[in-house]
Nanobody, 122 residues
């Protein structure tokens, strides 16, 4: 099992920045990627960004150029820096872990965090 603890999130004005963190623990050897999904009310959960253990990244088109995913391998922590936030970025953001291909296919990652609310006011 892999446990994921998210931190960050909150309320920010449009155009502002926010950072999310996700700390992984447990059977880290069983995963090779950690990423972020989000779900807005009435919408399906969507992949925001993912980073593999080799540093490979994948971003949703809607956040490219505004969001940056990074990792601190020694701390088993992944960060999501969100800049130039828009009202449409408002959602619950979920940290997830698993195999990289699971993120970019319909399989979906195996492990999930509890989610953290990000609200962007216009």
């Amino acid at each position: 099992q892999v446990q994921l603890v998210e931190s960050g999130g909150g309320l920010v004005q449009a155009g502002g920045s926010l950072s999310l963190s996700c700390a992984a623990s447990g059977s880290i050897f069983s995963i090779n990627a950690i990423g972020w999904y989000r779900q807005a009310p009435g919408n399906q959960r969507e992949l925001v960004a993912v980073i593999g253990s080799d540093g490979t990244t994948n971003y949703a088109d809607s956040v490219k150029g505004r969001f940056t995913i990074s990792r601190h391998s020694a701390k088993n922590t992944v960060y999501l820096q969100m800049n130039s936030l828009k009202s449409e970025d408002t959602a619950v953001y979920y940290c997830a872990a698993g195999h990289f291909m699971a993120f970019v296919t319909s399989m979906g990652p195996q492990y999930w965090g509890q989610g953290t609310q990000v609200t962007v006011s216009s």
